[in-house]
C-alpha cells in the first residue's frame, strides 16, 4: 500500500519535472523582445531625474520662504532626497573618473 502510493507520487513528480523541464526550453529558445537601452541613455535618464529633484527641492524652498506652504517635513525630505541623489551622482561620477584614468594608465 505505502510503496504503490510512493510510487504514484514519485511517477507524478517526474512527470512534472517533464513539463517543467520543456515549458523551460520553450521560453529559452523563444527571442525575448525586452528593450535594451543604451549606457548613455540610462545615464541621461539618472541625471535629469537628479535635476528633476534639485529642480523640486529648489521651489519647495522658495515656497516655505514665501510663507505659502509650512510643512517643514516635506521641504526636509526633499532636501534630503536631493542631497542624496546628489551626493550618490558624484560618486557615481568619481568612480567613473578614476575607471577612465585607470584604463588611460594600461600599457596595450
Known sequence: MIGTVGL????TALRNFAKAEQSVNANALKPQAQPVSS???TLGESISKVNDMQTEKK???????????????????SMQ??????NMTAAVRNKVMEAYRELSRMQF
Open 8 to 11: 504514484k507520487a514519485y511517477t
Open 81 to 86: 532626497k536631493a542631497g542624496l541623489a546628489m
Open 59 to 77: 521651489q519647495m524652498i522658495q515656497s516655505f520662504a514665501s510663507g505659502e506652504h509650512q510643512n517643514v517635513h516635506e521641504l526636509m525630505i
Open 39 to 41: 549606457f548613455s541613455d
